[in-house]
């Protein structure tokens, strides 16, 4: 059973820092593109930030960009999520989403698109609060 995991998130103060974790089993990630979304309440699914199957590519919406990286273990099957200076505009639920097709490809590379990908985890809420 294809099955992705989040965890790591939680109440941060502004300024502070969490890292997410996107655990997988059923399926090796190795080779898929593996992408950060988030969602609000009322508001669309936003691609927050992706990696390519090769690890070649790695790919930020410009809010995030400087303050949130994005890294693969494959002996661990797990694609994480350092996010760093986080501040309220941070605040949402965030999904991970794996593929191995080639429009999650081409979507790292430009605009993250969650049609493009099949499997998703269940989310992690984030809370940045003073």
């Known amino acids: 059973q294809v099955r992705l995991v989040e965890s790591g998130g939680g109440l941060v103060q502004p300024g502070g820092s969490l890292r997410l974790s996107c655990a997988a089993s059923g399926f090796a990630l190795k080779n898929y593109v593996v992408a950060w979304f988030r969602q609000v309440p009322g508001k669309a699914r936003e691609g927050v930030s992706c990696?390519?199957?090769?690890?070649?590519?790695?790919n930020y919406v410009a809010s995030v960009k400087g303050r949130f990286t994005i890294s693969r273990d494959n002996a661990k099957n797990t694609v994480y999520l350092q996010m760093n200076s986080l501040n309220i505009g941070d605040t949402a639920v965030y999904y991970c989403a794996a593929d191995d097709g080639m429009w999650a490809e081409i979507g790292c590379e430009g605009t993250l698109s969650k049609d493009d990908f099949g499997s998703w985890g269940q989310g992690t809420q984030v809370t940045v609060s003073s």
């Open positions: 990696i390519s199957g090769s690890d070649s590519k790695k």
